[in-house]
């Protein structure tokens, strides 16, 4: 069965301080990988997207980690800033058929100062 | 540069109303998606069209959902009726070409059914 999962569910960090969300999935045959940041009462917001070759993409102060061999990827936020309050939210593309998009439930970051 | 434009914002109405969201894609963009999301389930991918033309609708939970694309500037998801079980963040995205280029979304249409 094709799934996303997300850890940990929330996280609460200190301004200036370094995170590391984490993503498994089990989605095959594999095709890309997104983060997304959401901020509260608006839309998702593309921060990466990783092919099945790329092992890591940088975003500004966001690194996005990806082992397709263990199907874990991670998005590390370096510095962290009161604006980086918000869900990230991991999606995961099949390379089959029409309707392929498997999301993962968010993780929800406060940073606090 | 305009982004996706979706109206209401905000909607409450009485169970059994038709509902109808709104959404204008970027200029360009040749693929819309509508999505559904609430607090147990996440994001969920209701319908996407490539060209105004519906590609997939499997994520359509019912029969009462219903959306179109007319023109390559304007789609609209219609529940008819609506029941409390809809109230949702309905999200409108739209992206160059298809399901794997990257989406823009809308900020969204908060949708309460009493």
């Known amino acids: 069965k094709n799934q996303v999962e997300q850890s940990p569910q929330s996280l609460i960090i200190l301004e200036g301080k370094n995170c590391t969300l984490q993503?498994?999935?089990?989605?095959?045959?594999?095709?890309?990988l997104r983060w997304y940041k959401q901020d509260t009462g608006r839309g998702p917001v593309s921060l990466t997207i990783?092919?099945?070759?790329?092992n890591t993409k940088s975003n500004g102060r966001y690194t996005a980690t990806l082992d397709a061999d263990t199907k874990q990827s991670s998005l590390h936020i370096t510095a962290s800033q009161l604006s980086d309050s918000a869900s990230y939210i991991c999606?995961?593309?099949?390379?089959?058929?029409?309707?392929?998009?498997?999301f993962g439930t968010g993780t929800r970051l406060t940073v606090i100062p | 540069d305009a982004g996706v434009i979706q109206s209401p914002r905000h909607e409450v109405t009485e169970m059994g109303q038709e509902v109808t969201l709104r959404c204008k894609p970027i200029?360009?963009?040749?693929?819309l998606f509508w999505y559904r999301q609430t607090m147990m389930r996440g994001l969920e991918l209701l319908i996407y069209?490539?060209?105004?033309?519906?590609?997939?609708d499997s994520g359509m939970p019912e029969d009462r959902f219903s959306a179109k694309m007319p023109n390559a500037s304007f789609s609209t998801l219609k529940i008819q009726p609506s029941e409390p079980r809809d109230s949702a963040v309905y999200f409108c995205?739209?992206?160059?070409?298809?399901?794997?280029?990257?989406?823009?979304f809308g900020d969204g249409t908060r949708l309460s059914i009493l």
């Open positions: 069209f490539n060209n105004n033309v519906p590609i997939d």
């Open positions: 993503c498994n999935y089990t989605v095959s045959p594999f095709s890309n």
């Open positions: 990783m092919t099945f070759s790329e």
């Open positions: 200029s360009g963009h040749n693929s």
């Open positions: 999606v995961v593309s099949a390379n089959t058929g029409a309707n392929n998009l498997f």
């Open positions: 995205a739209s992206s160059l070409t298809g399901i794997s280029q990257p989406q823009h």
